[in-house]
């Protein structure tokens, strides 16, 4: 029941949401980034449910709160919160302990387009507060950029709670912009994924489609090979799509209608 406890803030005394609003005081980011992991942990949730709970929703939901703890926006200063330490550059602190996160992606990947917010909050989580789930690290590591070589060998159960953090990322992150920083945008990824009324489910399209809005502009093997992976499994569904179908294809950016995330309706 320790997953229980860690929201509750019996763990160290601090909640992960908690610690997230204390790294980011007097941070011009900080409504957004508190609005962007609560979103998440949100999306996630309604996914999971919408698949038939396949995955455990506290462990996910916690995967959801802590995946960036270490992203790039709390000015980037080492602190100490409580008894818990903040390192200031997540660049130095994975280098630092390549021999934790080495456990989980081989070392060879770490210089890839696979960012160092979500190696660093991978390491974070194991060395400050104390946690080796892999049902948690994982989709931490992975939320933004899975490294395929890894992901398919890894428990179906985990690899489901990676797909789902996929998704609700860029849900979330793809909603604050154009609902809170009224920015133009490729598409409107929740009206992709659960239509326009939230009464459709395209998940494995949602996936694809996060792929692309996440996917770098310059070549790079594992983010290719990722992009790569979830092509194939939609494909395997619907035929009709084809290999051209690439980012440009969402169109220019524009402005969307602001509206209620669907998991909130």
């Known amino acids: 029941m320790y997953i229980l406890d860690l929201f509750k803030g019996g763990y160290r005394n601090m909640h ?13 980011w900080h409504d957004t980034h508190m609005q962007h992991i609560k979103l998440v942990k949100d999306y996630a949730t309604y996914i999971n449910k919408r698949l038939g709970n396949p995955v455990n929703r506290h462990k996910l939901g916690f995967a959801a ?13 080492t602190q ?11 660049e130095e602190y994975v280098r630092g302990n390549i021999d934790t996160i080495t456990k ?10 696979l960012q160092f917010h979500a190696t660093g909050a991978t390491v974070f989580l194991e060395k400050e507060m104390g946690i080796t789930d892999p049902e948690i690290l994982y989709p ?22 990676i797909d789902i953090m996929v998704l609700s990322d860029k849900l979330s992150s ?11 945008v490729r598409c409107d990824l929740d009206r992709i994924v659960f239509g326009p009324n939230g009464n459709e489910f395209n998940y494995a399209l949602g996936i694809y489609v996060a792929r692309l809005i996440g996917a770098g ?9 990722c992009t790569l992976h979830y092509f194939h499994r939609l494909h395997a569904q619907n035929p009709l799509i084809n290999m051209k179908m ?4 969402l169109g220019k950016k524009r402005k969307f209608a602001p509206h209620l995330p669907t998991c909130y309706i």
């Open 80 to 90: 100490v919160i409580g008894d818990i330490y903040i390192p200031g550059s997540a």
């Open 174 to 184: 793809n909603w604050v912009r154009i609902n809170m920083m009224d920015e133009e």
């Open 246 to 249: 690439r980012r440009k294809v």
């Open 65 to 77: 709160l802590a995946h960036d703890t270490l992203k790039e926006n709390y000015k980037e200063k």
């Open 217 to 225: 502009k310059e070549p790079d093997y594992v983010s290719d090979a």
């Open 104 to 113: 989980y992606v081989p070392e060879e990947y770490l210089w890839s387009d």
């Open 16 to 28: 992960i949401l908690k610690l997230n609003d204390e790294m980011r005081k007097n941070c011009k």
């Open 140 to 161: 931490v590591l992975f939320h933004s950029l899975p490294v395929i070589e890894v992901y398919k060998n890894l428990d179906p159960k985990i690899q489901t709670m």
